[in-house]
């Protein structure tokens, strides 16, 4: 159970377009989900909380026109990379949390975002 | 200094070694413990989860909390080749709050 299906698995585009990256609970209910930004090597690092219905809350120093979520049902969120540039290529990751308990976090596969 | 610090690695062992991944953190906060496995290019799985202090053991994996420390364990016995991956601890005060991840520690298991 609590699985996340994340959309496309990689994905190349142009400069200048935007790409929008899917996140969907298959079979429970995410109220709560989160966006990572993965670095070759690093670890994952934060971009936004997205809660059902309401606006998204931005981590320090990550753009929010640049990088738009949206969380209108409880069973999808979606990050769309606007305007992308090469500095944009990485690898993109969504979580979902489940159940009441503390170390309840589910993780799609991630997105392999390179713009050229 | 970071709130969770992990030794990147790369760390190489033996097939059958047993292995040590080790996190130390500064918020005193942290409630919930756990370890994820990621492999190249997927999302973090997790792997073993903890609630305050103590041991957790399950299977070939053990996860251990010390509070008073700020310390926490990830032991693999008997490794495999398959236990090649990053290891990433995260560790959250709960509530639904966000989770804050370690660098993540690389683990290769030779034959």
């Known amino acids: 159970g609590a699985v996340v299906s994340q959309h496309p698995s990689w994905v190349i585009c142009k400069s200048g377009t935007s790409v929008k990256i899917e996140c969907r609970s298959l079979d429970f209910q995410a109220t709560t989900m989160f966006w990572y930004r993965q670095f070759p090597k690093q670890s994952l690092m934060l971009m936004a909380t997205s809660n059902e219905g309401s606006k998204a809350t931005y981590e320090q120093g990550v753009e929010k026109d640049k990088f738009l979520i949206n969380h209108a049902s409880l069973t999808l969120s979606t990050l769309t990379v606007t305007s992308a540039h090469p500095e944009d290529s990485s690898f993109y990751i969504c979580s979902a949390k489940f159940g009441v308990d503390g170390y309840g976090y589910t993780f799609g596969s991630g997105t392999r975002l390179t713009v050229v | 200094q970071k709130e969770v610090e992990q030794d990147p690695g790369p760390l190489s062992v033996p097939e059958g070694a047993i292995v040590s991944l080790n996190c130390t953190y500064s918020?005193?906060?942290?409630?919930?413990f756990m370890w994820y496995r990621q492999y190249s290019r997927k999302g973090p799985e997790l792997l073993m989860y903890?609630?305050?202090?103590g041991n957790k053991e399950d299977g070939r994996f053990t996860a251990q909390v010390d509070k008073s420390s700020k310390y926490i364990s990830l032991f693999i016995r008997d490794s495999q080749p398959s236990d090649s991956a990053t290891y990433l601890c995260?560790?959250?005060?709960?509530?639904?709050?966000?989770?804050?991840f370690g660098t993540g520690t690389q683990l290769k298991v030779e034959l």
């Open positions: 903890t609630y305050s202090s």
């Open positions: 918020n005193s906060a942290f409630q919930y």
């Open positions: 995260a560790m959250s005060p709960g509530g639904g709050n966000k989770l804050t």
